[in-house]
């Protein structure tokens, strides 16, 4: 076949070339921050930049430094623009730098899914797949609470559940959600950092009956993970991981938080049990020696936080060289954008484990994203929308203005600042 004229490439790039980023933040029951980079046809694509209690930092940031230089470029050029935006900047790496290209790539892959016709997950290689299978979030007040929470969501074909239970003694445990009826609800009354209590002893004493109810409740069949929240210290860590071995969790999240990579080094030699790291990394650099010691089992970068899916396909393909699978973060502060492109990306992925699952949106939410993904027995099905399948309506968005809102801060009983 003859190649395209001159003329018809020029056209390609013409109708691709990038003449409008918006910035939008908005607040549909929770905050989110969405790019729509708009290009010369009026095809467009939205990306997510959401970084939880940081958003406005992240708009500035998109509006003053980024989408001044993206205007007049082909969209096309999706790892030109993502060097480009990563090493042109000097100052690599960082949350809030790293949402930023995230969010103008997700655009840049729905751009060019919608100019090819083609849903982003044919893009990547196809499906390996059918479905990607999630685990589901049980959470409770008491361990009965929790495991109530759970064998409804086992009625509903999840086949993997977090369990996370309130510690005994301690006010507002992590992924409790007391009386809020959900993550949402519950974040969006966070005017300033309130702060939790942490004992590591209390926690380490209760942890166990969590889990043994569950196997006695549920058998063998069911995978459980469950999340520490960066709370414990290596040689803690691995003394969790062996009280855990008998209940043989998928993973177990987040035991340390993990600066020093080779802490995990200390857990892998104490404890069989899985571990899984990752969503509050930015880049492969963060990752590297602890999926190249294979210290881990799961990486869990997001596609908002680690550089889009551009930098999510570059961890997975090392990660799948070291036995490590992938499974995404996909808390509710992530938009249904980025939860479409990760499901795009898990579906082809060779490697994939697990997406974490808490539903794509709530009723208000809903109002503002729209997105072709289903739930259904424990996997989301996606659709064959070109490009991500997703779409953000601006006057929607307009009428939920966003609010200040932050995480909690953690301190010890003494007072001591500890990781939340
Ligand atoms: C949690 C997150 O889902 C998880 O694994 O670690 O919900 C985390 O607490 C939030 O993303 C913080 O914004
Ligand atoms: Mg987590």
Redesign the pocket.
């Known amino acids: 076949m003859p190649a395209p004229s001159r003329s018809k490439i020029l056209t390609q790039e013409k109708s691709t070339t990038i003449t409008d980023v918006r910035v939008i933040v908005s607040s549909p029951g929770r905050n989110f921050v969405t790019v729509k980079i708009v290009t010369e046809s009026g095809i467009y694509g939205v990306g997510d930049a959401t970084v939880?209690?940081r958003e406005m930092a992240v708009a500035t940031y998109l509006k003053e430094h980024v989408a001044p230089c993206l205007i007049g470029r082909n969209a096309h050029q999706i790892e030109d623009i993502w060097q480009y935006l990563y090493k042109g900047v000097y100052w690599r790496k960082g949350p809030i730098n790293m949402a930023c290209i995230a969010a103008v790539d997700m655009a840049l892959w729905d751009i060019k899914g919608k100019v090819a016709g083609l849903p982003v997950y044919e893009l990547l290689g196809g499906k390996s797949r059918r479905g990607v299978t999630v685990y589901a979030h049980a959470t409770g007040d008491t361990v009965s609470d929790t495991l109530d929470r759970a064998g409804a969501l086992i009625d509903q074909g999840f086949k993997a559940i977090r369990l996370q239970t309130s510690v005994p003694g301690l006010e507002g445990s992590y992924g409790v959600l007391g009386d809020k009826k959900d993550?949402f609800e519950q974040q969006s009354s966070r005017p300033l950092p309130p702060e939790q209590p942490w004992s590591t002893r209390k926690y380490m004493n209760s942890i166990e009956d969590l889990f043994r109810e569950a196997r006695a409740r549920f058998g063998d069949d069911i995978a459980f993970t469950h999340?520490v929240?960066s709370r414990l210290t290596p040689i803690e860590a691995a003394r969790l991981g062996k009280i855990l071995e008998p209940y043989d969790l998928l993973f177990l999240?987040?035991a340390v938080a993990a600066e020093n990579q080779d802490s995990y080094r200390i857990i892998r030699e104490h404890t069989t049990t899985p571990l899984a790291i990752g969503?509050i990394y930015n880049t492969i650099w963060d990752c590297k020696e602890m999926i190249q010691n294979q210290w881990i089992d799961y990486i869990r970068t997001a596609a908002t936080h680690a550089g889009g899916i551009t930098g999510l396909r570059r961890i997975a393909e090392f990660a799948a060289l070291f036995h490590v699978r992938i499974a995404p973060?996909?808390?509710?502060?992530l938009s249904p954008i980025c939860h479409a492109a990760q499901a795009h990306l898990d579906l082809w992925a060779p490697n994939f484990g697990v997406q974490?699952y808490?539903g794509f949106g709530t009723e208000i939410s809903n109002q503002v994203f729209s997105y072709d993904l289903s739930i259904q027995d424990g996997m989301i099905f996606v659709g064959d929308t070109p490009g991500l399948g997703v779409d953000f309506n601006e006057e929607a968005a307009a009428d939920h203005p966003y609010k200040r809102s932050y995480?909690p801060v953690s301190r010890l009983e003494d007072g001591t600042l500890w990781s939340w």
């Open positions: 939880n209690g993550y999340d929240h999240e987040d969503e973060h996909g808390a509710p502060d974490e808490v995480l």
